[in-house]
């Protein structure tokens, strides 16, 4: 994505939205007296410097082509700021009580994981597109070349980062086993479900190393809804906000514009795939 006006524009606009969203789910998790939900189903009931010569033109060499890639990247950037469906169980660890709810602590929570978030997302995204323009890969690190000890420290922090996504998402796999599949929760039903998963994961990825277009694709069809707009319309159904005062208004905005990411990014994302799958060769 360039990085210029509109790119820029998409980041801190993403950044927003998705703070507010997760607000929304913070103060929805206690929204009706003496019950906590943990659920969406349940609640809804660089040291390197510029290179010389660098190229911020668009990489496509037509019109249609940069569109593409436009929507491409706003499912890259869903997919960055992705996570809302775990907030409710986080939440749901922390003690409450009528006279301290677990609202504040995790709002403020929140606050500070997404201060990190901005410090970590937006230097990356605007330094890396300074430094390599056009010419930058999809994985950063792939255009790296010193100092070592920051790409072995980034490439660690990769792993731990995969390592908690995997948790979260093996926790609700295990739990669609134990109350959907009526499974008894043991050690051994950890071990090979987590085992499982985590050798599927590594030969779909392996398979398909397709990642700017798999994050594009994902992040649009799969991550956009839980994201972008699933929360604004289960505020507007909980909260009933009066008919287009500012809070209505905000949250359709952030429906409509969830709703034509959910249905645009995927497509930008798909054609990059198969773009990748041209010249790519299993061996």
């Known amino acids: 994505m360039n990085c210029t006006g509109p790119g820029s524009t998409i980041m801190v606009l993403s950044w927003i939205i998705t703070l507010y969203t997760l607000w929304q789910m913070v103060e929805m998790h206690e929204m009706v007296p003496g019950k906590r939900f943990d659920r969406y189903h349940e609640l809804a009931s660089v040291e390197k410097g510029a290179l010389p010569n660098v190229d911020y033109s668009y990489k496509a060499s037509t019109t249609l082509g940069n569109l593409f890639n436009f ?31 677990s ?30 323009g056009s010419a930058i890969d999809d994985n950063i690190l792939l255009s ?30 295990e739990s669609f086993l134990v109350k959907k599949m009526r499974f008894t929760t043991c ?8 085992s ?14 397709f990642f700017g277009g798999l994050l594009s694709f994902f992040g649009g069809f799969a ?15 909980l909260s009933k906000p009066k008919r287009f005062s500012l809070t209505w208004i905000i ?3 952030w429906i409509v514009l969830g709703v034509l990411l959910m249905i645009l990014s995927p497509i930008g994302g798909l054609r990059s795939i198969i ?3 041209k010249d790519y060769e299993f061996s």
């Open 196 to 209: 499982l998963y985590v050798a599927f994961t590594m030969v779909v990825g392996i398979c398909f190393p």
């Open 144 to 173: 790296l070349d010193k100092p070592t000890w920051l790409i072995a420290t980034a490439n660690m922090f990769v792993v731990i980062h995969v390592i908690g996504v995997c948790i979260a998402s093996v926790d609700m796999m």
């Open 187 to 194: 050690l051994r039903l950890r071990l090979i479900s987590r």
């Open 223 to 237: 991550f956009a809804p839980t994201t972008c707009y699933l929360p604004c319309i289960i505020w507007l159904i």
């Open 71 to 101: 929507l491409a990247a706003l499912g890259g950037v869903a997919f960055a700021f992705a996570g809302h469906n775990v907030v409710l169980e986080i939440q749901a660890t922390i003690p409450s009580t009528p006279e301290k709810s």
């Open 103 to 132: 609202k504040g602590p995790m709002w403020k929570g929140v606050v500070v994981a997404y201060i990190i978030v901005a410090i970590c997302y937006f230097p990356v995204a605007f330094i890396g597109y300074w430094a390599f």
């Open 251 to 253: 949250n359709w905005v």
């Open 275 to 277: 773009i990748s799958a």
